[in-house]
């Protein structure tokens, strides 16, 4: 690697998220062009916790990983502090919750998940954002990408941008005021 690359030492064990899946690879594309120092992020169903480490060796001050699966979540831990991020990224298992969002809101958040859990989070991840904040939305269909772009756009959001790589899609949303 070269002096500005940013290294991942990973094991994915049972959990999704290796960087080789185009959604993955998309969405590391936009949290380099999106993060900042400090940064408040959350990773939507984190899986190996592979963005959440992107987005901490990023500069983001405060990244939350959530994940629903307790091998995943223990994976994305154990990824988490070996690759030095602990003290940036916290990992908790379960869903979206209210009590998780700062006061502020987040600055961005990644969900590298489906086009039927970004529908069905939109609302709950619009919501967390600060208004301005943006929300990367990937593990997208291209065939499913009009129903997810109505879904975040009736959740208060406008769509900045897409992002194809084959049949995949990733959306960058922005939370309107």
Excluded at 95 to 106: D, I, N, Q, R, S
Aim: net charge negative; with cysteine.
């Amino acid at each position: 690697p070269g002096e500005s690359d940013v290294v991942i030492e990973l094991d994915p064990g049972m959990a999704f998220g290796t960087g080789h899946h185009p959604t993955t690879r998309m969405c590391m594309v936009l949290l380099e062009e999106f993060c900042g120092a400090g940064m408040r992020g959350l990773d939507v169903r984190c899986g190996s916790g592979i963005l959440s480490i992107v987005a901490a060796k990023l500069g983001v001050a405060s990244v939350v990983g959530g994940e629903i699966d307790d091998g995943a979540a223990r994976s994305a831990a154990t990824n988490i502090a070996d690759n030095g991020v602990d003290g940036v990224v916290s990992v908790y298992q379960g869903t979206l919750t209210e009590t998780l969002v700062p006061p502020e809101g987040f600055d961005l958040i990644v969900a590298n998940v489906s086009a039927k859990v970004v529908s069905e989070l939109a609302g709950d991840m619009i919501g967390a954002l600060r208004p301005g904040g943006r929300l990367i939305a990937s593990g997208i269909l291209d065939e499913r990408r009009a129903s997810v772009r109505q879904a975040l756009e009736s959740a208060g959001s406008a769509i900045e941008r897409g992002v194809v790589d084959g049949d995949w899609v990733a959306l960058v949303a922005t939370k309107g005021a």
